[in-house]
Every structure is written in structure tokens, then in C-alpha cells.
């Protein structure tokens, strides 16, 4: 647990430390009753237990049904507003080039009138880049909790657009080796990364109209600060870019993968056509040969000297011109 009081006239913070065993964090809440109304505090869990995480919740109001869903995870991108709390669920995620792979996890925010609560799921947490870009603008903690709730959409949407870069750089490798020359199946590394690409648009596509939906608000949403909402909508924007990048990226894999599939099937009818080409050059010897193969005591030229050397030389001419035909063809 991570707890950081700001000051919003000041614009300066003051890390404090929670003691392990109080799960409620009493010494930040004692201490940020103690300032006047432009302070607020900014609590971070990583993965925690049930009991501490209801002492926290208790503590500072949250709604049952929240802070279930805080405590599982697995959310699907979505916020909802309890009294005077507002909770948004989001995916967090990063692209792992080695692997060709989208890693997935889950952070809840929830954004009071004097305090932000952020439970994160998995490896992947945002909180910590978020609080040193806060740290790094003395405006942004000017708009209080608001202020938060915009760092940690930011550093998840930045991570949306560089996740995007890198999966279409892996997208422009997979082409190039599908219409190189060399006859290699990557239709399982193509399925694989559609997989993935799958995966990044589950997190990304319902996270636009929820972001949307923090500055146009509604019944029971509440509002945000004026001077927030620029900040906001330029989150949304972000986001509205890796959401069409993303859904770009899925249509150019299924073109990769029809092509990769109709390259495959032309792998197939050349080997047939050369299969073919040898079986029918091979038929004329093997006819000839089977012929005369048959011990029969009256054939034609069977007693002759040359009747042997002749017919081999038939068979070599005969191969040799279905050979010639086929290589002007293209079939070998």
C-alpha cells in the first residue's frame, strides 16, 4: 500500500507511510482531516486482500458492489458512479515482442471528493508512471482527484498507442516473410497475433465511450472540473486512435492470413502439377518397358541386335520431350 496527500493550492505532495497492520490506512485519513479542503489523498494497492481492502473501503465509503469488483478483477472497461464516488474499471495491457504477445491486467479508480483509491491487478501497473508525470506538473494536482483519475487514463492510453506501434511492426515482419520467397507455413504465428489483436481491441474499443462519457456526464454521473475536461478529452482522443489503429490492424491480418492461405494453396498446385509432370514423363518408359516386359515369344524386333538400344533410345527421347514440354510450361 502506497499513500500520497496533495496539496492543491501548493501543488506539493507528501508520501505517508501506512502501517502494515492498520489495513484502513488511518494515519493518512487522520491526516488528511487535519488539512483544509484543497488537500487530497491518493491510495494505491497492488493486488490486496479482502481485508484490507474492505477496512479501506469502509473507511472511505465505497459501495459494496464496487469493491467487489475491485477485489476480483477481470472487469470489462466501465464506470459507475455510487453517491459522490466515481468508479472506472479499465484494462491495462503492454506487447511483449519476443513473444508476440498482449499482457493483460486490470486497475479500478475509484475518485472521491477528497480522496482517489486505485486497485491494480496483475503486473502491469500504471500508478507509478502516473504519479511521477503528477509529480511533474504542478497544475495537474490543482484539479484534485480528477487530476489523478486523468494521469493514470494517460499512461494507460499511452500504452495503448505504443502497444499498437509494436504490434504493427511485428504485423509488417509477418508480411514481408509471407510474400518473401521462401516457402514457409506462418499461418500459426498469424492466427497467434490475431489472437492477441483480438484481446487488445476487447480492452480498448469499450474504453472510448467510457472516457467520452466522463466529459458529456449524465443522469447520476456527476460532473467533472472545468479545466479538466481538455485534458480528458485529449485522453479520448489518444484512445480513439488505438481504438481505429487497433481495429485496422485486425482487418490487415485477415488479409495476411487469406493471402498467406492462397499462397499455401499455390504450394500445393505446384507440387501436384510437378508430381504430375514426373508421373507422366516416368508412364512412357514404364509402358515401354512393361511391354516388353511381357514373355511372350513373338514379339516385334525381338530377335533384332538393335531392338534393345532402340527401344531405350525411344524411351530417353520420348521422356525427354514431355521433360522439354513441361519446364516451357512452368510445371517443372
Known sequence: ????????????????????????????????????????????????????????????????????????????????RFGDVLSVALKTLRYVEEEAAVETGDIMIFVGPRSV????????????????????????PGHGPWGVLHSVLDVVADAYGDAARRVRATLNRLEDEVFSTSRVDHTGSIYS???EVREFRDAVQPLVPVVQGLLSGGPGEGSHP????????????????????????????????????????????????????????????????????MNFEHMPELGWTYGYPLAVVLMALAAGALYRAFRRNGWL
Open 117 to 140: 483509491l486505485t486497485v491494480s491487478h496483475g503486473t502491469i501497473d500504471p500508478c507509478a508512471e502516473a504519479a511521477r508525470r503528477l509529480d511533474a506538473d504542478p497544475d495537474m
Open 193 to 195: 497475433l490475431k489472437r
Open 1 to 80: 500500500m502506497e499513500a500520497v496527500i496533495y496539496d492543491q493550492g501548493s501543488g506539493r505532495s507528501e508520501h505517508v507511510e501506512c502501517d502494515p497492520a492498520d489495513d484502513g490506512c488511518q494515519s493518512v485519513l487522520k491526516q488528511l482531516r487535519s488539512m483544509g479542503d484543497g488537500a487530497f489523498a491518493w491510495v494505491r494497492l497492488a493486488d490486496p486482500s479482502e481485508g484490507r481492502l474492505m477496512a479501506l473501503a469502509e473507511e472511505l465509503g465505497l459501495h459494496p458492489l464496487a469493491v467487489e469488483d475491485a477485489l476480483h478483477g477481470h472487469q470489462r472497461p466501465k464506470r459507475e
Open 226 to 293: 472545468s479545466k479538466i475536461a481538455p485534458y480528458v478529452r485529449d485522453v479520448a482522443d489518444h484512445l480513439h486512435r488505438a481504438d481505429i489503429e487497433v481495429r485496422t490492424l485486425d482487418e490487415l491480418l485477415d488479409s495476411v492470413l487469406g493471402a498467406q492461405q492462397a499462397r499455401v494453396g499455390t504450394w500445393q498446385n505446384d507440387d501436384m502439377r510437378r508430381i504430375s509432370a514426373w508421373a507422366a514423363i516416368f508412364a512412357i518408359p514404364t509402358m515401354v518397358a512393361g511391354v516388353y516386359g
